[in-house]
């Protein structure tokens, strides 16, 4: 707090001092955390659910995903497990993650999703995200239909 050498005046129940300020200032101080923390959450952090699923589940999953008939190489990218054990996600490394290999690369052998599966290549963005997730540590997350609600607070 600014220390004043004036006296200290009763800003709460002095009418002449403006209406906000005489606010109490607790709401306001809640107010405030809440903003904050809601653009942290936007500049900051790739969500696994919200930023990496829908990707994902877009363009790999189909070949790397749940549907065991489906599945190329034994690769699982939902389970981080298989996906890190195969090297297709290296956390903390993106450059080193074959995923981004694969998706990066121009030979078209290797290309991922292949090029006789007619899915779209991944945007810049999606690449920058899978990145960043990467870098990150690659955290996933359960489905969000898994994870429990948290308690009310008490009144
Ligand atoms: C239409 C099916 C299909 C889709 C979609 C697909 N892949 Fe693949 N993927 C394959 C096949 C087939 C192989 C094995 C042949 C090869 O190595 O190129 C493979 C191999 C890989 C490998 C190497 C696995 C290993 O251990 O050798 C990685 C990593 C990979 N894919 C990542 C991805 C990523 C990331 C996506 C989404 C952007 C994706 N794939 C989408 C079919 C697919």
């Known amino acids: ?3 004043s050498v004036r006296p200290v005046r009763d800003f709460a129940n002095d ?7 005489r606010l109490d200032r607790k709401p306001i101080a809640i107010l405030c955390a809440a903003v904050f ?3 942290a ?6 969500g696994f659910n919200r930023d990496v699923r829908p990707i994902l589940s877009e363009k790999c ?8 008939k489906q599945r190329k190489a034994d690769l699982r990218l939902d389970v981080p497990e298989v996906a890190m054990k195969s090297g297709a996600i290296v956390p903390g490394h993106p450059e080193k993650s074959e995923m981004i290999g694969r998706i990066l690369t121009t030979d078209s052998d290797d290309h991922m999703p292949p090029a006789k599966a007619k899915m779209s290549p991944l945007s810049a963005t999606e690449i920058e ?5 990467i870098a990150e540590g690659a ?3 359960p489905h969000w239909a898994f994870i429990p609600l948290k308690p009310a607070a008490a009144p």
Do not use: I, N
């Open 1 to 3: 707090m600014v220390t």
């Open 37 to 39: 923390a809601l653009t």
């Open 61 to 68: 999953y189909h070949c790397h995903g749940p549907d065991a």
């Open 129 to 133: 995200t899978l990145k960043k997730w």
């Open 139 to 141: 955290e996933y997350e």
């Open 15 to 21: 009418a002449t001092f403006p209406r906000l300020m």
């Open 41 to 46: 959450a936007d500049a900051g952090t790739v």
